[in-house]
């Protein structure tokens, strides 16, 4: 996919941010407000175009954006599993895979802990747990204290059956604050089998 708008710009990086006069809140904030709008978001509709249309131009001007990295990961999936889905008009087919999305922030925006957070999360909802894992464990290398990483990284152990390692990742993301109980679900499942 070509730059159509002269060169990409990095989600992290400040001057996406800032307000420059022809971009009012910044280029993020326009983006965000016109093209990654919680309908956009949530797969339910377009806002200047059929989607995957404005996950497109997201992606093209913030190829490492967390979220519509997310979001088109969930719509190649959608469309490839609900026969609903792809016959609604307003969807059109995926253009590129996610893969191609995720390895292009990757390539322009090397080391990012969200950004391997986001696609070790496309690749356990594909039940690939290994490449999910090493991204996950390599995501924690770079960002210790990155606790979603952990308690994900928990859910693979357990899905694996590496109960103690599943602990380990799980007393790291609940000490941290974690808010969600399902890992600890899982771990006490496991430990009365």
Wanted: aromatic letters at 12%; hydrophobic letters at 35%; glycine letters at 6%.
């Amino acid at each position: 996919m070509e730059w159509k708008r002269g060169r990409p710009f990095n989600y992290y990086a400040a001057e996406t941010r800032q307000d420059t006069g022809t971009y009012r809140g910044g280029l993020l904030y326009l983006v965000e407000n016109r093209h990654f709008t919680p309908e956009v978001r949530n797969l339910t509709k377009g806002s200047s175009a059929r989607l995957p249309g404005d996950l497109l131009f997201v992606l093209n001007t913030i190829p490492n954006h967390p979220a519509a990295l997310d979001a088109y990961s969930r719509y190649e999936a959608k469309y490839k599993t609900s026969k609903s889905f792809r016959k609604n008009r307003d969807n059109r087919p995926p253009q590129y895979s996610a893969e191609c999305f995720f390895e292009r922030a990757a390539r322009l925006y090397p080391g990012n802990p969200e950004t391997q957070f986001v696609q070790a999360l496309h690749y356990y909802r594909r039940d690939d747990l290994s490449r999910a894992q090493s991204l996950l464990e390599s995501a924690i290398k770079l960002s210790p204290d990155y606790i979603e990483a952990h308690y994900n990284l928990g859910l693979i152990y357990i899905k694996q059956g590496r109960l103690e390692l599943a602990k380990k990742h799980a007393a790291i993301a609940y000490d941290a604050g974690y808010p969600l109980a399902g890992l600890q679900r899982m771990i006490a499942d496991r430990e009365q089998q």
